[in-house]
């Protein structure tokens, strides 16, 4: 079996290894790819660099295009703020405030200059002659959001009023002297008044739009076809994003079918999007030709390599073949004879393996030899002797070791049988535990460690010594352990031990009752003969109680057998009766009780129940939840009872020396249709 391991492991190994070639073969890699790993990392990272001002650039650019936008619409407001101070306006003369409103925007650029209440009717509009009727104004978002918040606002891409052309409008508030809104004033101004912008930021190449937030295109450059799509919706890689403060470098595909890299940035000012998209091969092209470049040189340098690696190594193996088949027949313990070959290397490890091989030859015959006197020995002595090398392989076990154990073999120090080691508080013994593990592990010599083993159910006791077995240089090389049965040994220490612990004690307890009954007999007598004959009695009781505990060898007794005994002597004629569930009580706990029931039964005879024809008595037992044993005794139809007018030696027998001695509680209820007895006895 060992051998066919060793095989196994053997081959495990070969599968494991790496041939020559495949050596070669990395060193050819090893030698090539570092080289071309570092000029593709400064390549990548030359492309990359350039690909990354590109980007900053193109965001750089970006940014500009929205902050130049905000600010032409900034100083929109600031002129409409102005004219929204104008005098004429605040004092009501709309018709000085529309000529004052028509040359503002002139200058503004604006296609007209529109004043409304707050429900939205134009009150003012440049572009319509005076006296013409106004309509009210079509879109009147812009004018809530100034209503709302009292700042000026700045409208999506709308129609107009009056031609319905598409316009953007910049509204800002009128105030009242109160301050509150009056009028809101605002400017339409043509989506041309934006793209002039983009002619300065949008290069060729590039695609620059700006988006208001309901995704309309208000400007785009450069023009499809001619046609600037004013109007028309943006593209839906850019709508999925609006109403975000930015995204940047969205893959997209622009209207003429060209993959984009597109980014935007939202214009708090506006609410707007300003976008740009840049071409994919733009960022993507020089890294993409780069890597194609580096994977070229990288394969053509690989192939270089690999092929001079074949040519060495086909040198290589013809020259190790007869090596590899002289190591097998070595590890197969066959000599054999080294041939020359054209390596001068491997020829001298051939002769050394040749050496080696009559060495080993040698060694091997001792050690079987020294192994078969070594088993032959272990197996005929009387302990169980447990061999374990360094690698934790059980390498000798004997056939009592085995007895022990219950088994018929041991395999690893992982079985069963060996895990079932306890110490002598109960707790298990791991496997790095174990003593034998400890001693291999830990260097230590154990002796005399008992342990407790379960075999078949049933638990024994044995000692253990381990100790580490040590090479020349002082190296663990394994460790061996010896057991021995100790249980009997045990047993019989124990065994003597209770007895003697049972004769003491036993004296003692009957010394102290016999004295205690005879002192608390003569307290409560009146006559010498009276104190003779209730001495006599208890003794009597007590000697009953004894033979009971004798008969059963002294390990205890039935509850009811106690009663049924004591009450012998007074149960005539079916007058009493018991119940309870079977119980067994300890020796200190029957003579306890035996001597408290003779008590009351004595007492029921003289005054109580048993002392009339009609009289009846009812003894109950039974288990509480909280495991104490409670004891009823009632007398039913017996002479009126009284309460004593002193104790008697029953009374101070039952609630003082009893209760003190056995931790029980009594209570005693002098009831006048009956004594009733009520016992709480803790076990």
């Given at each position: 079996?060992?051998?066919?391991?060793?095989?196994?492991?053997?081959?495990?190994?070969?599968?494991?290894?790496w041939?020559?070639?495949?050596?070669?073969?990395?060193?050819?890699?090893?030698?090539?790819?570092?080289?071309?790993?570092?000029?593709?990392?400064?390549?990548?990272?030359?492309v990359?660099?350039?690909?990354?001002?590109?980007?900053?650039?193109?965001?750089?650019?970006?940014?500009?295009?929205?902050?130049?936008?905000?600010?032409?619409?900034?100083?929109?407001?600031?002129?409409?703020?102005?004219?929204?101070?104008?005098?004429t306006?605040?004092?009501?003369?709309?018709?000085?405030?529309?000529?004052?409103?028509?040359?503002?925007?002139?200058?503004?650029?604006?296609?007209?200059?529109?004043?409304?209440?707050?429900?939205?009717?134009?009150?003012?509009?440049?572009?319509?002659?005076?006296?013409?009727?106004?309509?009210?104004?079509?879109?009147?978002?812009?004018?809530?959001?100034?209503?709302?918040?009292?700042?000026?606002?700045?409208?999506?891409?709308?129609?107009?009023?009056?031609?319905?052309?598409p316009?953007?409008?910049?509204?800002v508030?009128?105030?009242?002297?109160?301050?509150?809104?009056?009028?809101?004033?605002?400017?339409?101004?043509?989506?041309?008044?934006?793209?002039?912008?983009?002619?300065?930021?949008?290069?060729?190449?590039?695609i620059?739009?700006?988006?208001?937030?309901?995704?309309?295109?208000?400007?785009?450059?450069?023009?499809?076809?001619?046609?600037?799509?004013?109007?028309?919706?943006?593209?839906?890689?850019?709508?999925?994003?609006?109403?975000?403060?930015?995204?940047?470098?969205?893959?997209?595909?622009?209207?003429?079918?060209?993959?984009?890299?597109?980014?935007f940035?939202?214009?708090?000012?506006?609410?707007?999007?300003?976008?740009?998209?840049?071409?994919?091969?733009?960022?993507?092209?020089?890294?993409?030709?780069?890597?194609?470049?580096?994977?070229?040189?990288?394969?053509?340098?690989?192939?270089?390599?690999?092929?001079?690696?074949?040519?060495v190594?086909?040198?290589?193996?013809?020259?190790?073949?007869?090596?590899?088949?002289?190591?097998?027949?070595?590890?197969?313990?066959?000599?054999?004879v080294?041939?020359?070959?054209?390596?001068?290397?491997?020829?001298?490890?051939?002769?050394?393996?040749?050496?080696?091989?009559?060495?080993?030859?040698?060694a091997?015959?001792?050690?079987?030899?020294?192994?078969?006197?070594?088993?032959a020995t272990?197996?005929?002595?009387?302990?169980?002797?447990?061999?374990?090398?360094?690698?934790?392989?059980?390498?000798?076990?004997?056939?009592?070791?085995?007895?022990?154990?219950?088994?018929?073999?041991?395999?690893?120090?992982?079985?069963?049988?060996?895990?079932?080691?306890?110490?002598?508080?109960?707790?298990?013994?791991?496997?790095?535990?174990?003593?034998?593990?400890?001693?291999?592990?830990?260097?230590?010599?154990?002796?005399?460690?008992?342990?407790?083993?379960?075999?078949?159910?049933?638990?024994?006791?044995?000692?253990?010594?381990?100790?580490?077995?040590?090479?020349?240089?002082?190296?663990?090389?394994?460790?061996v352990?010896?057991?021995?049965?100790?249980?009997?040994?045990?047993?019989?220490?124990?065994?003597?031990?209770?007895?003697?612990?049972?004769?003491?004690?036993?004296v003692?307890?009957?010394?102290?009752?016999?004295?205690?009954?005879?002192?608390?007999?003569?307290?409560?007598?009146?006559t010498?003969?009276?104190?003779?004959?209730a001495?006599?009695r208890?003794?009597?009781?007590?000697?009953?109680?004894?033979?009971?505990?004798?008969?059963?060898?002294?390990?205890?007794?039935?509850?009811?057998?106690?009663?049924?005994?004591?009450?012998?002597?007074?149960?005539?004629?079916?007058?009493?009766?018991?119940?309870?569930?079977?119980?067994?009580?300890?020796?200190?706990?029957?003579?306890?009780?035996?001597?408290?029931i003779?008590?009351?039964?004595?007492?029921?005879?003289?005054?109580?129940?048993?002392?009339?024809?009609?009289?009846?008595?009812?003894?109950?037992?039974s288990?509480?939840?909280?495991?104490?044993?409670?004891?009823?005794?009632?007398?039913?139809?017996g002479?009126?009872?009284?309460?004593?007018?002193?104790?008697?030696?029953?009374?101070?027998?039952?609630?003082?020396?009893?209760?003190?001695?056995?931790?029980?509680?009594?209570?005693?209820?002098?009831?006048?249709?009956g004594?009733?007895?009520?016992?709480?006895?803790?076990?």
């Amino acid at each position: 079996m060992l051998q066919r391991n060793a095989q196994a492991e053997q081959q495990r190994q070969t599968r494991r290894g790496w041939s020559i070639k495949a050596y070669l073969v990395a060193l050819a890699l090893s030698s090539t790819l570092p080289i071309a790993i570092a000029a593709g990392f400064f390549a990548y990272h030359l492309v990359s660099a350039s690909s990354q001002n590109t980007r900053t650039e193109f965001e750089d650019r970006l940014r500009l295009l929205r902050n130049a936008i905000e600010m032409r619409i900034d100083n929109v407001i600031e002129d409409l703020e102005i004219l929204a101070r104008s005098p004429t306006l605040q004092e009501g003369r709309l018709s000085d405030f529309r000529q004052h409103a028509a040359e503002a925007a002139k200058l503004i650029g604006a296609i007209a200059i529109v004043l409304t209440d707050r429900e939205g009717r134009q009150l003012v509009n440049t572009r319509q002659p005076p006296g013409t009727p106004l309509p009210p104004r079509a879109n009147l978002d812009a004018l809530k959001r100034v209503l709302e918040t009292g700042r000026p606002q700045v409208s999506d891409l709308i129609r107009a009023s009056v031609d319905g052309l598409p316009i953007i409008t910049v509204d800002v508030p009128v105030r009242a002297n109160d301050g509150g809104i009056r009028y809101v004033l605002a400017v339409g101004l043509l989506p041309q008044y934006l793209s002039a912008l983009m002619d300065a930021y949008v290069p060729a190449g590039i695609i620059g739009s700006i988006v208001d937030r309901k995704g309309i295109l208000i400007a785009r450059r450069p023009y499809i076809d001619g046609v600037e799509l004013v109007g028309q919706p943006t593209i839906p890689e850019l709508r999925q994003h609006l109403g975000q403060p930015s995204a940047l470098w969205i893959k997209a595909v622009s209207r003429s079918g060209v993959p984009t890299y597109t980014s935007f940035f939202r214009s708090e000012r506006t609410g707007w999007s300003v976008n740009m998209a840049l071409p994919r091969d733009a960022i993507d092209g020089p890294v993409r030709r780069a890597n194609m470049l580096f994977a070229a040189a990288v394969l053509a340098a690989l192939l270089a390599s690999l092929l001079f690696a074949r040519l060495v190594a086909s040198r290589f193996l013809h020259a190790l073949t007869g090596l590899e088949q002289h190591v097998a027949q070595l590890g197969a313990a066959r000599l054999f004879v080294p041939q020359p070959g054209p390596v001068l290397e491997v020829n001298r490890m051939e002769g050394v393996l040749h050496r080696v091989g009559l060495e080993i030859a040698e060694a091997e015959e001792a050690i079987e030899r020294e192994r078969s006197l070594l088993r032959a020995t272990v197996q005929t002595i009387p302990i169980g002797v447990l061999l374990v090398t360094a690698n934790g392989r059980i390498s000798l076990v004997n056939r009592k070791m085995l007895s022990l154990c219950g088994v018929e073999e041991l395999r690893s120090l992982e079985d069963q049988a060996l895990l079932s080691y306890f110490r002598p508080d109960g707790t298990p013994y791991t496997p790095s535990q174990l003593p034998i593990v400890r001693a291999l592990e830990d260097g230590h010599t154990i002796e005399g460690e008992e342990v407790l083993h379960k075999v078949a159910g049933l638990t024994r006791h044995e000692m253990i010594n381990a100790a580490p077995v040590r090479d020349g240089m002082g190296t663990v090389i394994a460790a061996v352990a010896a057991c021995y049965d100790v249980t009997d040994v045990r047993t019989a220490m124990k065994r003597q031990q209770i007895l003697l612990d049972e004769i003491n004690h036993r004296v003692k307890n009957t010394l102290a009752t016999v004295q205690s009954i005879a002192r608390v007999s003569l307290s409560s007598a009146t006559t010498m003969e009276e104190y003779a004959e209730a001495f006599e009695r208890r003794l009597i009781a007590l000697s009953s109680a004894y033979n009971l505990l004798t008969e059963n060898n002294w390990e205890g007794a039935d509850l009811r057998t106690i009663v049924e005994r004591t009450l012998a002597p007074f149960a005539r004629g079916g007058r009493t009766s018991l119940g309870g569930p079977a119980l067994t009580l300890t020796p200190k706990l029957t003579l306890a009780l035996s001597a408290a029931i003779q008590e009351l039964s004595t007492n029921a005879a003289k005054y109580g129940a048993l002392s009339v024809e009609q009289g009846r008595l009812e003894v109950s037992w039974s288990r509480q939840d909280d495991g104490r044993l409670a004891f009823s005794w009632i007398e039913r139809d017996g002479p009126p009872v009284r309460k004593p007018t002193r104790r008697g030696f029953g009374t101070r027998l039952i609630q003082d020396i009893l209760a003190m001695d056995s931790g029980w509680s009594v209570n005693l209820d002098y009831a006048p249709e009956g004594l009733r007895c009520t016992m709480l006895i803790v076990e």
